[in-house]
């Protein structure tokens, strides 16, 4: 009877710790955001785009580019979301509309070059106090992190800070 209850005893503790063994999903989302770290992008787990500014429970994943030196001025002009989908207002893009505020005019040709860089798995993509930032499901490679940053990158050489 001793040994019955020793031996269920082990299967609680072995189940409780392999429990605690990362899922292969888990272990895919350390890669890839430890290889955004690497590219200089900050991983932020979110609202939903949409919901962003509305302060809602965190259920997206932002890959932020911050703001620079060069282009740390900015104001609340340069505060914009884009968002993939029919809600909003239209934007010159297919299948994007702006959500609440729209990028000045004098980005629109880089937010052209950036969408057509970019994975077609981002949804949204935004301009705040913290820099540029992409949302993405983490559903892809590393060298789609590439392209994101990439695509950041085209946006933000291209802001002026005037």
Known sequence: MSYLVVAVAVLVMISVLTSFKPSTRQKQQVILRRYANERGLHVEIVADAVTDQKGSSPTAVRYLLPWTAKNIRHDDQRHWLLVRGKRGKLSPWKDWCWFQQQAPEDCHRSIQRALEQMPSSVNAICSNSFGLGAYWPEKGK?????????????????????
């Not at 590393?142 to 005037?162: F, M």
């Open 142 to 162: 590393v060298e789609e992190i590439d392209k994101i940053a990439d695509g950041l990158r085209t946006i933000s050489r291209n802001i002026k800070t005037e």
